[in-house]
């Protein structure tokens, strides 16, 4: 898996401005049991290279964009993160690994309750996942120094910008479900900067009314 992610690398350097990918965040994803985080009929196809059917319409994504959002973030082992679309937590367990702390979000509360019984087996401590809006952020914990999305959205969502940590950043798609492009999003003293990279597609960002 970690190979056809490094030939995928190769194959977007251009886009992604980039010709590999963080050591620490491949290390981890050779650790991380993928087919943990996939329905039981769907083990043996954990490994394939392409999203995979989880049920409600949604998929756990691609290693290969698993991979680029989680290096996106530039992750520190002090890092306070927020994740966005929890899904069976496989990219949950990838950022735990890297970083201090992950506040998640969950929009379905059966992948919330499923997420957390993954992790949970895993010995991964230092997650807490809730169901709610995510596109409302979880103030209660903010400011993140980094905060990822699972779905994509026209624009930036504001709740998110108001809880990322001055100097921090944010990864998701940005753009219309028939265009979208993965996008960071840096926030300084200066105000918000974004950048887009490669054209990707994710679901859109679930609000709950």
Do not use: C
């Amino acid at each position: 898996m970690v190979e056809v992610i490094g030939i995928h690398v190769d194959l977007t350097s251009d886009e992604i401005g980039k010709s590999h990918l963080d050591d620490r965040v491949l290390a981890v994803m050779r650790e991380i049991p993928r087919h943990l985080f996939v329905p039981a009929p769907l083990a043996a196809a954990a490994y394939s290279d392409g999203p995979l059917p989880i049920g409600f319409d949604k998929t756990i994504s691609q290693p290969f964009m698993v991979a680029l959002m989680t290096d996106l973030l530039g992750l520190e082992p002090k890092d306070r993160v927020l994740e966005i679309g929890t899904g069976l937590g496989y990219q949950t367990a990838i950022l735990a690994r890297l970083a201090a702390q992950i506040w998640s979000v969950e929009v379905v509360e059966e992948f919330a309750i499923a997420a957390r019984t993954r992790l949970k087996a895993l010995g991964l401590e230092n997650v807490t996942i809730r169901v709610g809006d995510g596109s409302r952020g979880w103030v209660e914990h903010a400011p993140y120094d980094k905060i990822l999305v699972a779905a994509g959205s026209r624009r930036p969502p504001p709740n998110l910008l108001e809880q990322l940590n001055e100097g921090g950043r944010l990864v998701m798609p940005l753009g219309g479900p028939e265009q979208q492009k993965l996008s960071v999003v840096e926030k300084d003293d200066r105000g918000v900067h974004i950048r887009e990279l490669l054209e990707v597609r994710f679901s859109e960002l679930e609000t709950v009314v």
